[in-house]
């Protein structure tokens, strides 16, 4: 079945590190990818997402790109700010069903 | 512009009892979702909505768990008895389309079964 498989944290990195969180996922046809983001004490929100093969979602300076030839949807950040720190999930959509990854923790230290 | 609303935030119950939660999404929001998120795991869907009828409840233990949105706006997912294993967080999301639309999660119910 459709699943999302995505690196296990916690990540800790220092201010203005680069980020990469690996997400993969296994689905048929054509799903939808999605990063959601968690900051401490509030709920879920979308981050970005991409539509099709190739489309890159970008927000808050985060980006990840679809890849259908690795099936990856790695997110991406060139700099980390200690208020980027949360936990981060993967997720893919597929006709009406939804599939989340089991979320990495990040956390930023100054 | 209010975001979705759930209550109770906390829930402590001993295992066979039923419990209920309630959700409210953003006003005008068609569509509405359940999701359980057990500790260390992330957000397993359990039925969906659009207005007042069930789009998918697939992944709902129907022999236990139960929702309704009788008029298209709140929601109730209830539990009944319940099990150790439904120990987890019940997260609510609305979005304003259906499935493809951006969802708004809500700040989740804790639930603890002893």
């Known amino acids: 079945g459709d699943s999302v498989t995505q690196m296990e944290g916690p990540v800790t990195l220092s201010e203005e590190a680069f980020l990469t969180i690996n997400c993969t996922y296994t689905?048929?046809?054509?799903?939808?990818l999605f990063w959601y983001v968690q900051y401490p004490g509030e709920g879920l929100q979308l981050l970005l997402k991409a539509t099709k093969a190739d489309d890159k979602g970008s927000n808050k300076g985060f980006e990840a790109t679809y890849r259908k030839e690795t099936t990856s949807f790695h997110l991406e950040k060139g700099s980390v700010q200690v208020s980027d720190s949360a936990v981060y999930f993967c997720a893919l959509r597929r006709g009406n069903q939804f599939y989340f990854g089991t979320g990495t923790s990040l956390t930023v230290i100054p | 512009e209010a975001g979705v609303a759930q209550s109770p935030r906390y829930k402590i119950i001993e295992k066979r009892q039923s419990v209920a939660f309630w959700c409210n999404p953003i006003?005008?929001?068609?569509?509405l979702y359940w999701y359980q998120q057990i500790l260390g795991q992330g957000p397993k869907l359990l039925i969906q909505?659009?207005?007042?009828?069930?789009?998918?409840d697939s992944q709902l233990p129907k022999d236990r768990f139960s929702a309704e949105r009788l008029k298209g706006v709140d929601s109730t997912l209830k539990i009944q008895p319940a099990k150790l294993e439904d120990s987890a967080v019940y997260l609510c999301a609305s979005s304003l389309e259906g499935p493809g639309g951006t969802q708004y999660f809500g700040p989740g119910t804790r639930l603890l079964v002893l």
């Open positions: 689905a048929t046809g054509y799903p939808s």
């Open positions: 006003s005008g929001h068609a569509t």
């Open positions: 909505f659009q207005n007042n009828g069930v789009v998918d």
